[in-house]
DNA sequence: GAAAATTATTTCAAGTCTAAAGCATCCTCA
DNA sequence: TGAGGATGCTTTAGACTTGAAATAATTTTC
């Protein structure tokens, strides 16, 4: 990640190193890197967890804690979008989970493509037995920070979320 | 997520409800939810951008990512630990990588069970072309927030890394 | 109102990932 | 020194994931 052999050119001296090295980005590149790893801590941590003491996939229960939310159930292409995977990705998950017995799949009334998936009574007793747990587990990994910090994590998170989107975006209209 | 079927008993007050209620953990759920997604979110625009503009895969990119860092090479545990990913997964990349000409393996001298790989020259060459670009990608990201916010956050980040790993193990000792 | 563009989902191939079992090698300690 | 355990890696089966192509239905546009 580091780039030795960019070397800057002669000219410019410490003072100017300092404010114009736009090709390093060291900090943004720690900074992802310890944001990567915390997230797949975490994440890790819960799937064997969800895996040993439940027998269930994190994808799986992603996709119910989606639809706890909402009774009305959700069309395939809004838990493609809430989750953040491919809308192929859902439609093998989504098959499993109606065979298992723990959602409802319908075509929407009032447009036949979309798919409207909703849980069962099956579906919201399982996942809230294992939510409860989940979210003890979340709770810990939180446990030694002080709220204050807790707070303030929760601001900065918002603040880059919203930044990264807009990058995006740009980068889009390119 | 939240647990409308617990109610709170009816004798604690509306006082002792917001200072007692150790069961939900409202906060903590979205906190690990937003950084859950910000993670996502950068996560799967650099493997897109990686993967459009180079033909590369962001685990392929990973592993000569911490290749280039070390002059000696790395043993593939260390570098499973590293990616958090499991041993089995890095055979496979690992072979895929030396097919193409991006590293080399060799049996460590002293430990005959352990393999240590290394960059090719075309693999540091190549590896050091996407960085270029990867690591500009990556300050977009991070191009919106004052550098006061990167600094906090990067240190906010510190305290969960550790918070939560120290959460992992108190559970592993049970 | 029909062609064209868009949208929602499915299918498919190829790659990534994990846990568990297996193999080979190394280390410990009596 | 040699049995037992630990370690490093590979193999395997099975689940997850993506992007691209295909299908079907809806919306737009002229």
């Not at 780039?3 to 720690?30: K, Y």
């Not at 941590?45 to 994808?59: G, K, Q, T, Y």
């Amino acid at each position: 990640m580091s780039h030795p052999e960019e070397q800057d050119p002669v000219w410019i001296d410490a003072e100017t190193t300092v404010s114009a090295r736009p090709a390093d980005h060291i900090m943004e590149l720690r900074l992802w890197l310890r944001l990567f790893s915390c997230s797949r801590l975490i994440e890790n941590d819960i799937r064997r967890h969800l895996m040993s003491e439940f027998d269930f996939s994190l994808p799986r229960f992603d996709i119910l804690a989606q639809l706890d939310r909402s009774d009305e159930g959700l069309v395939l292409g809004e838990v493609s979008k809430r989750l953040m995977v491919s809308a192929g990705n859902i439609t093998s998950l989504v098959e499993g989970l109606v065979k298992s017995g723990h959602i409802t799949r319908t075509t929407a009334s009032g447009d036949r493509r979309a798919q409207v998936i909703r849980l069962t009574d099956k579906g919201r007793r399982e996942f809230r037995r294992m939510a409860r747990v989940h979210s003890d587990w979340i709770a810990n990994y939180f446990e030694r920070m002080p709220q204050k910090d807790i707070d303030r994590l929760m601001e900065l998170l918002a603040t880059l979320k919203d930044s990264t989107r807009q990058s995006i975006m740009a980068r889009q209209e390119t």
